[in-house]
Nanobody, 124 residues
Framework: QVQLVESGGGLVQAGGSLRLSCAAS????????MAWFRQAPGKEREFVAG????????LYADSVKGRFTISRDNAKNTVYLQMNSLKPEDTAVYYC?????????????????WGQGTQVTVSS
C-alpha cells in the first residue's frame, strides 16, 4: 500500500521560506513521478510542481516559477518543495502526490496516491 506523509508546513511571514518534505513508502519510489498540489479555502486543488522519476525533469505552475523548487532524494524515498519569497496567496493545504507513471504531469487526474496534506499559512 502506497503511503505519503507530508511535513514542514507552518506559519511564515510574507517573503519568508519553508521547505516541505514528503516521505513515501509501499513501492519502488524511484520509478514514479511525484508532485505537489495545493488547495486554498473555497478553491479547487491546483498543481504546484512535479518531478519525473529520476529528478532530471521538473514542471512548475506559472504562479510559483522562480520561487519554488521541487527535488527528490531517491535514496531516502523523499520529495521536497523548497518555497522562497512566499506570498499570502500561497496560503493553502499542500498535498504530495504520486502517479503510476515515470514522467510528471500537471493534471490532477494523473495522480493516484495522495498524502494527508500540510497547512502553509503566509501572513502579510
Amino acid at each position: 500500500q502506497v503511503q505519503l506523509v507530508e511535513s514542514g508546513g507552518g506559519l511564515v511571514q510574507a517573503g519568508g521560506s519553508l521547505r516541505l518534505s514528503c516521505a513515501a513508502s509501499g513501492r519502488t519510489f524511484s520509478s514514479y513521478a511525484m508532485a505537489w498540489f495545493r488547495q486554498a479555502p473555497g478553491k479547487e486543488r491546483e498543481f504546484v510542481a512535479g518531478i519525473n522519476w529520476s529528478g532530471g525533469t521538473t514542471l512548475y505552475a506559472d504562479s510559483v516559477k522562480g520561487r519554488f523548487t521541487i527535488s527528490r532524494d531517491n535514496a531516502k524515498n523523499t520529495v521536497y518543495l523548497q518555497m522562497n519569497s512566499l506570498k499570502p496567496e500561497d496560503t493553502a493545504v499542500y498535498y504530495c502526490a504520486t502517479s503510476d507513471f515515470g514522467h510528471s504531469h500537471s493534471a490532477l487526474r494523473q495522480y493516484k496516491y495522495w498524502g494527508q496534506g500540510t497547512q502553509v499559512t503566509v501572513s502579510s
